[in-house]
């Protein structure tokens, strides 16, 4: 009896600074067509772009920021956003989401994640923690 296969899965480095963001986002429709996800690669690249902003504008120092994209055996797209910074991110995780001033320029960014995605949440990793959110599966045709 062999083993189940790993789901596909894509993981890179990107350089800790504002220009991560839109190769973030070109990196999950690539990786979308690349693993065959019938999923929303418009929502993905939007929740993507939003966790890559926040781990460059939050995280202290330049050391790179981890992007991690995988195909769930359940057909749910997980991706998390991997930086060295090991404190937790308010309003994810929790029961209530956080309070937002509309009119504020920031602070949408994690109402958005946790809006549009089946789950989101946080995990404590050797170098810091993974930012993470997961989009439902495609329904069966």
Known sequence: MSEP???PSWRITL???TAA?????ALIRMAFTDMRVAGDSDTAELLT?????????HTPGDKPIELVIELLP???QHVEVHDNDPAPVQGLGED???EVDLL???GRGLLLIRTLSADSGYRPTEQGKAVWFRLPAEPSA
């Open 49 to 57: 772009g939003e966790l890559v902003a926040n781990a460059v504008e």
């Open 104 to 106: 504020d320029e920031g």
């Open 5 to 7: 296969a790993a789901p």
């Open 15 to 17: 350089p800790h600074t």
């Open 21 to 25: 963001v839109p190769i973030a986002r």
């Open 74 to 76: 359940s057909g749910h």
């Open 96 to 98: 209530s989401p956080p």
